[in-house]
């Protein structure tokens, strides 16, 4: 059973945290009772498919997105402006690092990799692209990716003077982010440059630029994929893709468990692992789940969003309404540049939730806290109007 001690460790501590405002302040947001709801959802559902001890933990495990969510959504207007500004700050100390640090890559690659102890895959340039300290290429594209919100969300949201530093922190950002060779990323990077509401005169010249610049990008892309993505490519679209295989046993399972799902902790989550009558039953094999006698983790974890549907079934429209209510709410400090950043990132999040387990990782837990300090007040209570 394997746990990432300091994660769970330090997520307790955001949740006491948490409860502390709750009891400083004396109150809570309606828009709190959605994710308990969700929770005693997929506790009743581990009671009825009599799952127990370990699916309970797979729910604290999944609980921490909305930890990290509230406790930055707890604070007052100008408190979460300031924490996005110091976010802001140490996510350009962490950049320059990274920037240092693609140098040691670039001249010591094959010393960095066994220091690191990383595999090498089929991508990039000759198989050299970018991972950092963060040991991968797409967490190191995410983290780029949260600067890209943060610098945003600094400069034009909160109305800061753009430097030629920060234009250059910026250009960076992004080429660290190519260089990572991270197909998804990548993309939406380049989406979330392309139409952010950057100031213009004319709305009909602003289209008109997007539309030239988005076939032009698309069109790099297109060869960026090509030329340094055909191996991995040619996998991925193949029948044999493991994704397409977990993908295929999802429907398959939700199918005969329909409409409640498996219960949590039984299908592509760290306590499947243990909990694995559901895997025994189908025949998944450890091509999906890994060799314990290597100790080598498989791919299972690597279409969440398919996987976490057939855990909790029809639950997962309850998870959707979360987010929808995020996407609709209005931003901490109302503009147009807040607005579509907090949007995107919710568009961000659910896309990339195809692949990775956003509620459990490192990068989910940063994304929610972002979330949550970019959020104006959700009141259930009261009809949301569109931001």
Not at 86 to 95: G, I, S
Not at 300 to 319: P, V
């Given at each position: 059973?394997?746990?990432?001690?300091?994660?769970?460790?330090?997520?307790?501590?955001?949740?006491?945290?948490?409860?502390?405002?709750?009891?400083?302040?004396?109150?809570?947001?309606?828009?709190?009772?959605?994710?308990?709801?969700?929770?005693?959802?997929?506790?009743?559902?581990?009671?009825?498919?009599?799952?127990?001890?370990?699916?309970?933990?797979?729910?604290?495990?999944?609980?921490?997105?909305?930890?990290?969510?509230?406790?930055?959504?707890?604070?007052?207007?100008?408190?979460?402006?300031?924490?996005?500004?110091?976010?802001?700050?140490?996510?350009?100390?962490?950049?320059?690092?990274?920037?240092?640090?693609?140098?040691?890559?670039?001249?010591?690659?094959?010393?960095?990799?066994?220091?690191?102890?990383?595999?090498?895959?089929?991508?990039?340039?000759?198989?050299?692209?970018?991972?950092?300290?963060?040991?991968?290429?797409?967490?190191l594209a995410n983290f780029t990716?949260?600067?890209?919100?943060?610098?945003?969300?600094?400069?034009?949201?909160?109305?800061?003077?753009?430097?030629?530093?920060?234009?250059?922190?910026?250009?960076?950002?992004?080429?660290?982010?190519?260089?990572?060779?991270?197909?998804?990323?990548?993309?939406?990077?380049?989406?979330?440059?392309?139409?952010?509401?950057?100031?213009?005169?004319?709305?009909?010249?602003?289209?008109?630029?997007?539309?030239?610049?988005?076939?032009?990008?698309?069109?790099?892309?297109?060869?960026?994929?090509?030329?340094?993505?055909?191996?991995?490519n040619k996998v991925a679209l193949?029948?044999k893709y493991v994704r397409w295989?977990?993908?295929?046993?999802?429907?398959?399972?939700?199918?005969?468990?329909?409409?409640?799902?498996?219960?949590?902790?039984?299908?592509?989550?760290?306590?499947?692992?243990?909990?694995?009558?559901?895997?025994?039953?189908?025949?998944?094999?450890?091509?999906?789940?890994?060799?314990?006698?290597?100790?080598?983790?498989?791919?299972?974890?690597?279409?969440?969003?398919?996987?976490?549907?057939?855990?909790?079934?029809?639950?997962?429209?309850?998870?959707?309404?979360?987010?929808?209510?995020?996407?609709?709410?209005?931003?901490?400090?109302?503009?147009?540049?807040?607005?579509?950043?907090?949007?995107?990132?919710?568009?961000?999040?659910?896309?990339?939730?195809?692949?990775?387990?956003?509620?459990?990782?490192?990068?989910?837990?940063?994304?929610?806290?972002?979330?949550?300090?970019?959020?104006?007040?959700?009141?259930?209570?009261?009809?949301?109007?569109?931001?």
């Amino acid at each position: 059973m394997a746990f990432d001690i300091y994660n769970e460790l330090l997520s307790l501590f955001v949740l006491l945290l948490f409860l502390l405002r709750i009891v400083k302040r004396n109150r809570i947001s309606t828009f709190f009772f959605v994710p308990i709801t969700i929770i005693l959802y997929m506790a009743f559902l581990s009671l009825v498919k009599n799952n127990y001890f370990l699916s309970y933990v797979q729910i604290l495990m999944y609980s921490q997105f909305f930890f990290y969510f509230f406790y930055f959504f707890s604070f007052l207007q100008e408190e979460k402006a300031k924490i996005i500004t110091d976010l802001k700050l140490v996510a350009d100390k962490v950049l320059v690092f990274v920037i240092l640090l693609a140098f040691v890559e670039l001249f010591l690659s094959d010393f960095f990799r066994e220091f690191m102890a990383l595999k090498h895959f089929d991508r990039g340039i000759g198989r050299f692209y970018l991972v950092s300290f963060f040991g991968s290429g797409p967490s190191l594209a995410n983290f780029t990716a949260i600067y890209l919100f943060l610098w945003h969300y600094y400069y034009y949201g909160l109305e800061n003077k753009i430097t030629r530093k920060a234009k250059a922190l910026l250009v960076m950002s992004v080429i660290i982010c190519i260089l990572s060779f991270s197909r998804k990323e990548v993309f939406l990077t380049f989406l979330f440059l392309i139409f952010f509401p950057y100031p213009g005169r004319s709305k009909i010249y602003l289209w008109i630029r997007r539309a030239i610049t988005f076939s032009t990008v698309l069109l790099g892309l297109f060869v960026y994929y090509q030329v340094f993505f055909s191996t991995a490519n040619k996998v991925a679209l193949s029948s044999k893709y493991v994704r397409w295989k977990i993908v295929d046993y999802s429907y398959t399972i939700l199918s005969d468990n329909f409409p409640f799902g498996t219960g949590v902790g039984t299908f592509g989550s760290k306590m499947s692992l243990e909990l694995d009558h559901i895997y025994r039953k189908y025949n998944v094999g450890p091509e999906m789940l890994g060799y314990k006698s290597t100790g080598r983790r498989g791919p299972i974890y690597d279409a969440f969003l398919f996987t976490f549907t057939t855990e909790i079934g029809i639950g997962i429209l309850l998870f959707v309404c979360f987010f929808y209510l995020i996407y609709r709410c209005k931003p901490n400090i109302p503009n147009a540049f807040n607005t579509y950043i907090k949007r995107y990132i919710v568009f961000y999040v659910l896309l990339i939730s195809f692949f990775t387990p956003v509620l459990v990782n490192s990068f989910g837990f940063m994304v929610a806290g972002l979330l949550g300090a970019m959020c104006g007040n959700i009141n259930l209570l009261r009809s949301t109007k569109n931001a």
